[in-house]
């Protein structure tokens, strides 16, 4: 039976992480562990907190009867309110209950917010770089995505998104700390976004939707992640655990729709409705009552910014130029000019390769002449593969 000719078609371009990282698998089995140095796969290797332990214990040991069952599509009355006091503290706006939807992970939770605010042939601005299944989220809903570039340093071009806003724009998608770059967006850089989709909804009449997607909210260094529920109405936040609390398995996220947004409670039925039509249905019951009761749980994130600081000691040894990461656990490094100054990202990755130096390209992410190394890594990884950098950089010079 026949295939779908557009799902083949994104088959063919599917995820290079991915692909990366199954790579590094084969590469294991025939060199050994020690000898593979895989910064593909962005797959956080902190365990979960002992409170978040403790709380599965709990709740697989509850005899309640109906745990296990359906709830309301937009999740169980505790954990959205839950998650409602964990917004209201992030965004310094007090947000309720009744404005949370939980999700089965971000990428659920974008895909809701997606399907409900994009007709066929409509757009979704996104700075570049971005998490490249993006692109796949918005043509699940028959959307494209738009990417305008940023500055050098990663930060916001604000120019350049208000000469890609136009009548097609449903929404802006930022995500800070971002996948691939680690930068923060600045609280300056949050208002003038702000201000120009202000302005844009003034010329226009048409309502642009802000969606801020946050898994990496909790791990920074030194900086703060800046609300947008403060400086524009038409705002949404989706985010998960799966990064804070080291859960990306278990899907378990949610989506925060700004009360001060109009019709707010109209876009929050349309988000359930959505999650309940995309298949969804509800978020896993066990973990949102896991989540509820652990959300804050404290965590030390110190071991990411130390391999950062290693990882990076190593590409400037090998002469690789990165944008130093303000959170996240990503570097996004330019390709060093080789032979006949090429600076393929495709090919430099290859050349990696050579070395058991997994990488992923930086076309995804919708930059060329780049590559995204994951460094939730472990550190004799990171230690273990100095070398390697230098002979693979020496390499793709001759």
């Not at 839950?82 to 007090?94: N, P, W």
């Not at 929404?171 to 680690?182: D, E, F, M, T």
């Not at 080291?246 to 925060?256: I, N, Q, T, W």
Request: charged share 20%; aromatic share 10%; glycine share 8%.
């Amino acid at each position: 039976m026949p295939l779908a000719p557009h799902i083949i078609k994104a088959m063919e371009s599917s995820s290079a992480i991915r692909l990366a990282f199954e790579e590094g698998l084969k590469l294991r089995q025939q060199f050994g562990a020690e000898n593979v140095y895989d910064f593909s796969l962005g797959n956080p290797d902190l365990e979960p907190p002992a409170e978040v332990k403790a709380a599965i214990k709990k709740s697989a040991e509850c005899t309640e009867k109906g745990m296990h069952g359906y709830m309301t599509n937009a999740g169980y009355d505790f954990a959205r309110n839950a998650m409602a006091e964990k917004v209201s503290g992030e965004q310094g706006v007090k947000v309720e209950g009744k404005n949370i939807v939980m999700a089965c992970g971000a990428a659920g939770g974008l895909n809701a917010v997606f399907k409900a605010i994009l007709s066929p042939g409509e757009e979704i601005i996104v700075p570049s770089p971005f998490f490249a299944e993006y692109t796949f989220y918005c043509a699940n809903h028959g959307g494209k995505l738009v990417p305008v570039n940023t500055k050098d340093d990663f930060s916001l071009d604000i120019d350049a998104i208000k000469a890609a806003l136009n009548e097609k724009t449903a929404g802006v998608l930022i995500n800070s700390p971002n996948n691939p770059s680690g930068k923060i967006y600045s609280k300056e850089d949050i208002c003038a976004l702000a201000a120009a989709l202000k302005e844009h909804q003034e010329k226009t009449g048409r309502e642009v939707f802000l969606v801020a997607d946050e898994p990496y909210r909790a791990i920074t260094y030194g900086k703060t992640v800046a609300s947008v529920f403060d400086v524009y109405k038409s705002s949404i936040v989706v985010s998960s655990f799966a990064k804070n609390l080291s859960l990306p398995g278990e899907r378990l996220g949610y989506v925060a729709v700004n009360p001060a947004c109009p019709n707010a409670d109209k876009v929050v039925t349309a988000v359930v409705y959505c999650t309940r039509v995309l298949g969804y249905v509800n978020a896993p019951a066990f973990f949102q009552r896991v989540c509820a009761e652990v959300w804050n749980a404290p965590v030390d994130y110190s071991s990411y910014l130390r391999r950062r600081d290693a990882l990076t000691a190593n590409l400037r040894a090998a002469g690789i130029e990165y944008g130093e990461p303000e959170g996240a656990f990503y570097l996004f490094c330019k390709v060093p000019e080789g032979k006949n100054g090429s600076t393929d990202e495709n090919d430099f990755c290859k050349c990696l390769l050579e070395q058991h130096i997994l990488g992923v390209p930086g076309t995804g992410f919708g930059k060329r002449g780049y590559f995204r190394l994951a460094y939730c890594v472990s550190e004799q990884t990171i230690t273990n593969s100095a070398q390697a950098w230098k002979d693979a950089v020496a390499n793709w010079k001759k």
